[in-house]
């Protein structure tokens, strides 16, 4: 049997160090690491990771002959181009449980930052009509919201100077319980693709010191180079 055995961890570093760039400058001038950056605006599914590699290298150049590593554009391109389809499939994914998901999601997101608080979630609740439009109370419409990793529990807001570090319900086995005194924090993709007020696409809107106080969310289990299964913590 000529074909290659499968690739220890070490050697998948080395492929993906080979074709990706060590860095790239996220929206707001931070650096990060290119595979943290395409793994926090995944669910830690290989197909989302796989349908945002396939976005990289579409966005990279049509030349199969062009150089690797892809440039950090790309890399930030393909992510941006990628994840709408990722949440719309996250979305179908819910259809039958929280069938008015998507309504939450578009009243509430464009409303908040990265991270908000009980007391602004459930006036927002309040002021966007949404028991009118989807029969839900508060605590099912924050429920629903979690449950489909579209925000989750700040683990803690000041432990990293570049990232507000976040559990999301994906990554347990059971429920993830936020208590009401607990800040929650909206997922990367959400956020982009609905367009929260610390998007992307909403950062000419903000002032220089918002901009500079924009923190991105990272959720639990993105960095790839933890010597330990992020269940481990949990």
Do not use: W
Request: charged letters at 25%.
């Amino acid at each position: 049997d000529d074909r290659p055995g499968e690739l220890s961890y070490p050697e998948s570093r080395r492929l993906v160090d080979a074709v990706l760039p060590a860095e790239v400058i996220n929206a707001f001038g931070g650096r990060e690491d290119s595979v943290g950056f395409l793994l926090r605006h995944t669910q830690l599914l290989p197909r989302h990771l796989i349908a945002l590699l396939n976005q990289v290298f579409e966005a990279h150049t049509v030349d199969p002959r062009a150089p690797f590593p892809v440039p950090r554009m790309a890399v930030v391109e393909g992510v941006r181009r990628g994840q709408t389809a990722i949440v719309g499939d996250i979305i179908a994914a819910y259809t039958r449980v929280h069938p008015h998901a998507d309504v939450c999601c578009e009243r509430i997101l464009p409303n908040v930052g990265l991270v908000v608080d009980e007391s602004e979630l459930h006036r927002l609740y309040n002021q966007r009509g949404i028991r009118k439009a989807t029969g839900l109370d508060y605590q099912e419409m924050r429920r629903v919201l979690i449950e489909i990793g579209c925000m989750g529990r700040v683990v803690a807001l000041d432990s990293t100077t570049r990232y507000v570090v976040g559990e999301f319900e994906y990554t347990r086995p059971g429920s993830l319980h936020v208590a009401e005194s607990e800040p929650l924090c909206v997922h990367p993709l959400f956020g982009e693709v609905y367009s929260c007020r610390h998007s992307s696409s909403r950062r000419s809107q903000l002032t220089d010191q918002e901009r500079r106080a924009v923190r991105p969310v990272y959720p639990v289990g993105s960095d790839p180079d933890a010597t330990r299964d992020y269940r481990d913590y949990l």
